[in-house]
């Protein structure tokens, strides 16, 4: 009697594995080289954890199956019908080396199936129970990625000024953008760029303890440096080691210093100077150049509405405070029918606007603006055929850190067939100098 109850219950058991074990899609081709012959080697069918679309469990495995003769038959789980994802790698090898590698997602089939009726482009993401013989195509959404977000969230993105082949600095906005100024300059720690070694300024020599001329009797008061220290607070001058401050025991009149009473060399002491002065071999040599940051010719309006007729970009990282932006414009009125309204505006802030006659034939003006932190003084000019020499004067409060477009517009005075036309921009940076 327990022999009986135990042969039922393993057959039972028995039934209960046979019912739960997945069906299976047989995949059968003949695998080819490029020249023809027939493939020979191995392939490796390597798969994640996935739900088959009855419910099986499908662990993560791999199977390595020989290729003789190019011919491949194998029997899987059919994963379009599984859960999301579900896919096999198929990794090709060929006496002992690596050759290529496919993605299979396989539908169920009651025929054989041919390789080229499972390959999937990489990255498709199959399943989901999209139904029999299917393979649904959909894109995987960020938040699908557990902690992706907050990944993405901490990689600076590309800013409006990045560029190929330059230094990367990072923006205030934490974007990364491409360094600005000329490929042979030096890059700082804001982000700013000028010449190496000089701070943007003239490259400096140095006098390290220089004896000072002139004689140290306890009575003269007067002593010459080589060189005139430049700038006049980079002296450090000691008196036997004693360091002197300028303006209490000395006073510096170019390269001429003059001891207070108190404070006059007696004989015997030790006198030694330390300063900065510029090249007097080569005072230019190393100054920073005026930088084109846009020349062009503009575009044509009839229009009576404010027209953009021309822009000049300044990427973001390009201005640094002491910089200094000269803009230079030349309108040119076709036709005598009407008169018409040139304008530049610096960013969103309309910055110039005149209102010529038809008897103007063309306009022409000069801005500048000076980069301080937070703010941008300007000035300019314009004059026209007919119309008078005008200045104005006043002051910005853009964010120069960030990209800034200069706009040059114009519009008609009314509905006429006459033009306007920007003939020719010109946008120079001066960038800030420091000499020593």
Not at 86 to 110: D, E, K, L, M, R
Not at 130 to 154: C, F, K, M, R
Not at 371 to 396: C, E, H, K, R, Y
Request: with cysteine; proline share 5%.
């Amino acid at each position: 009697m327990l022999s009986f109850r135990r042969s039922a219950m393993l057959l039972v058991v028995a039934a209960t594995m046979t019912q739960a074990q997945p069906a299976l899609t047989t995949i059968q081709d003949i695998l080819y080289r490029a020249d023809g012959t027939r493939f020979n080697g191995e392939i490796f069918i390597n798969w994640n954890a996935f739900q088959a679309g009855d419910t099986s469990n499908i662990a993560t495995a791999q199977v390595r199956l020989p290729i003789v003769n190019g011919v491949l038959r194998v029997k899987l789980v059919p994963t379009t019908t599984a859960s999301a994802g579900a896919n096999y790698q198929v990794t090709y090898n060929s006496q002992g080396q690596f050759q290529f590698s496919q993605i299979w997602a396989v539908p169920p089939s009651s025929v054989v199936l041919p390789v080229k009726d499972v390959l999937v482009s990489e990255g498709t993401v199959v399943g989901g129970g999209g139904g029999s013989g299917s393979i649904t195509s959909s894109p995987i959404q960020i938040s699908d990625v557990v902690g992706l977000t907050n990944t993405l969230a901490t990689i600076p993105l590309k800013g409006v000024g990045f560029a190929l082949g330059r230094a990367a600095v990072i923006n205030s906005s934490g974007q990364i953008d491409g360094a600005a100024g000329n490929l042979g300059d030096c890059v700082r720690v804001d982000g700013s760029s000028g010449p190496c070694g000089g701070g943007g300024g003239l490259l400096p020599l140095y006098s390290d303890a220089e004896v000072p001329s002139g004689i140290i009797n306890g009575l003269n008061v007067t002593f010459g440096l080589s060189f005139l220290p430049s700038p006049a607070s980079s002296l450090q001058l000691h008196l036997n080691g004693l360091f002197m401050e300028q303006g209490l025991d000395y006073t510096l009149t170019g390269s001429t210093i003059t001891f207070a009473l108190a404070s006059t060399p007696q004989a015997g002491d030790l006198l030694l100077a330390s300063y900065r002065y510029g090249n007097p071999n080569n005072p230019l040599g190393s100054l920073t150049s005026a930088q084109v940051v846009c020349s062009a010719v503009g575009t044509t309006t009839s229009s009576t509405a404010s027209t953009t007729l021309g822009t000049c970009t300044l990427p973001a990282g390009l201005l640094g405070s002491g910089d200094r932006i000269e803009v230079r414009f030349h309108f040119v009125h076709q036709g005598t029918s009407t008169g018409f309204t040139p304008q530049v505006a610096w960013g969103a802030t309309p910055i110039l606007s005149r209102a010529a006659s038809a008897a103007d034939t063309a306009i022409a003006g000069k801005l500048e603006f000076g980069i301080n932190a937070g703010s941008q003084p300007w000035s300019g000019q314009s004059w026209g055929s007919s119309l008078a020499f005008a200045t104005v004067l006043g002051s910005a409060s853009l964010d120069t850190t960030q990209l800034l477009t200069i706009s040059f517009l114009g519009q008609m005075s009314a509905s006429t067939g006459d033009t306007v036309f920007l003939s020719n921009f010109t946008v120079v940076r001066y960038p800030a100098q420091v000499n020593p």
